[in-house]
């Protein structure tokens, strides 16, 4: 029996996941949380044969609970369940070494295919994006702006130019506004760029922007 702890914030996410795993008789999802450090306790108390870990979660970036939990269970296969379907995302997680990678919208259709091929020590991702990281990693050698940020100001980049304000994203990710601005003069440092009209136009060239988010938050 696969023993599967799902972490993520969203409780009809989880619910609908539990949904789709309750088909399967090898397959049973042993605990939930909707956080990180929530996750990480488990992971201490617990033995597990799979996690199910979304990218964003209040509080600490997603990519810095994997590193964690690594530590705690470098066996332990992960596999990112998100609702970012942009090769950006994938390529960061593949480069910490996480075990799979499908975004929330191809779920039903993959999740148990994934699973499958993760526990039995393969790595998993989509045809689709696969071909994407292809194309990416063959376009260039040299780095564009946006990929020597690190993960969390990624995060809040993308954050930015969806349209949150300062105060909205430190809500979301449990920081205080003044750390949400720091990460915000960080970013347009690193990048090179003046405002956030300049970074929202270096994201729409960039295909940064996810265009079913709202523009204003």
């Keep these: 029996m696969t023993r599967i702890v799902i972490a993520d914030d969203h409780a009809i996410v989880r619910r609908g996941l539990k949904d789709i795993l309750a088909t399967c008789p090898d397959m049973v999802v042993a605990a939930e949380c909707n956080d990180g450090q929530e996750l990480l306790k488990l992971i201490e108390k617990e033995d597990f044969d799979l996690v199910l870990l979304d990218l964003t979660m209040p509080g600490r970036n997603g990519f810095d609970i994997y590193k964690q939990l690594k530590v705690l269970k470098p066996a332990l296969p992960v596999l990112i369940l998100t609702m970012h379907p942009e090769k950006e995302f994938a390529i960061r997680a593949f480069k910490v070494g996480v075990n799979g990678y499908i975004t929330k919208e191809s779920a039903p259709n993959e999740l148990v295919a994934a699973i499958r091929k993760v526990t039995a020590g393969g790595k998993y991702i989509s045809s689709s994006?696969?071909?994407?990281?292809?194309?990416s990693l063959g376009q260039h050698d040299v780095k564009l702006p946006h990929e020597?940020?690190?993960?969390?100001?990624?995060?809040?980049?993308?954050?930015i130019v969806s349209g949150k304000s300062i105060k909205g994203i430190a809500n979301e990710l449990s920081l205080s506004p003044r750390t949400v601005s720091t990460y915000r003069t960080?970013?347009?440092t690193k990048m090179h760029l003046a405002s956030n009209v300049e970074l929202h136009g270096y994201a729409m060239k960039n295909g940064?922007?996810?265009q079913s988010l709202p523009t204003l938050d």
């Design 186 to 188: 960080r970013i347009l």
């Design 129 to 135: 994006l696969a071909e994407k990281l292809v194309i």
């Design 148 to 159: 020597l940020l690190s993960d969390r100001e990624f995060q809040i980049l993308r954050m």
């Design 208 to 210: 940064l922007v996810d």
